[in-house]
């Protein structure tokens, strides 16, 4: 209705809202601004406290985390999917609009989104009119609920330049719960612990995920005997060992990797090594080398029936440089 009146030359305004906008640094849900919430422009969203920026894309710092982002096919590099949307961080365009330099993770809003990842903080997602997107709103802007941040990288986007990327899921499709401050550190001065909820709430949701294979798995697992092939670390519970099959590259979108044994680094790795390989902190060198925050760290342990594929390792490394 917001759209619909703007558009026939009304300048439709909630002067309500402007005093229900919460502070500077809100997190996750705005009370009173439901998941499909229509605003005719960006000032009606920033009144309401759901996107505060009327121009930047990204509102947050990497101190902080960030609050929201807005999707309006304003970067060529973006892909919306819905309820999954591959972002392009900002920076680096001209005064046209084109990407003419290389983006880095250290722009304030691009070292939010990383924070964000980081820490499990929910993203709130505002959608803006995008040319040939089958989500996004014809007229205005619509505020379209919390993703989480999944994973972050840098590639070539499609002008030749760096590009940062984010993977974000809606929150109700995410595979994890968020970290909280409290749980990083309950004894640091000024975090408090949050009330929680005695009775989580419960909704249903339909989601569609990528079937893995777990015989693909479990054979790496089993040749390496559950011990981590970077830092040779074997975990134990009960006498059985544990370890995670992690793919060099990622099954879904976009990197879309083969889920096969060449693929998977059982990178036979521990939870820690899986949580650094994934997020760039843990790299592995054409010589099978590894490298942990840029330092020298071992090498992989290899197993004459488990190949590893050099090209999937080379793309690992393109996405951290």
């Known amino acids: 209705m917001v759209a619909r009146l703007s558009a026939l030359g009304f300048d439709v305004r909630d002067v309500s809202a402007v005093s229900r906008a919460p502070d500077r640094g809100t997190l996750g849900e705005i009370p009173g601004a439901e998941e499909g919430t229509a605003f005719a422009d960006r000032g009606q969203a920033a009144d309401r406290g759901v996107h505060r920026a009327r121009q930047a894309g990204i509102v947050g710092t990497g101190r902080t985390g960030a609050e929201s982002i807005v999707v309006s096919g304003g970067y060529e590099d973006d892909e919306d999917y819905g309820r999954l949307i591959i972002y392009t961080g900002h920076g680096g365009r001209n005064d046209s609009g084109r990407q003419a330099a290389d983006q880095s993770f250290d722009s304030p809003g691009n070292a939010a989104l990383v924070t964000s990842m980081l820490t499990g903080s929910p993203v709130r997602v505002i959608r803006g009119p995008a040319k040939g997107s089958l989500h996004a709103p014809t007229t205005g802007y619509r505020y379209d609920g919390v993703f989480r941040v999944e994973s972050a990288w840098r590639e070539r986007g499609r002008s030749g330049f760096l590009v940062c990327r984010y993977r974000l899921v809606h929150l109700d499709d995410a595979a994890h719960d968020p970290i909280s401050e409290a749980e990083l550190d309950p004894e640091s001065p000024g975090v408090s612990v949050p009330d929680g909820a005695q009775t989580p709430g419960r909704r249903p949701v339909h989601t569609q995920r990528i079937v893995r294979s ?8 089993a040749l390496h005997d559950h011990t981590c092939q970077a830092c040779g670390l074997r975990l134990s519970i009960g006498g059985r060992g544990y370890s995670e099959a992690a793919h060099i590259r990622a099954l879904g979108r976009p990197r879309c990797g083969p889920d ?32 942990l925050n840029g330092e020298p760290s071992g090498a992989v342990q290899l197993h004459p029936s488990h190949p590893v594929d050099s090209q999937h390792l080379a793309y690992h490394r393109s996405l951290h440089p």
Not at 214 to 221: I, L, P, Q, R, S
Not at 266 to 277: A, E, G, I, K, T
């Open 214 to 221: 777990t015989e693909v798995a479990d054979y790496v697992k």
């Open 260 to 291: 096969i044994p060449a693929n998977v680094l059982c990178l036979c790795l521990c939870p820690n090594c899986h949580v650094l390989f994934d997020n760039g902190a843990l790299v592995v060198l054409p010589d099978l080398t590894v490298r």
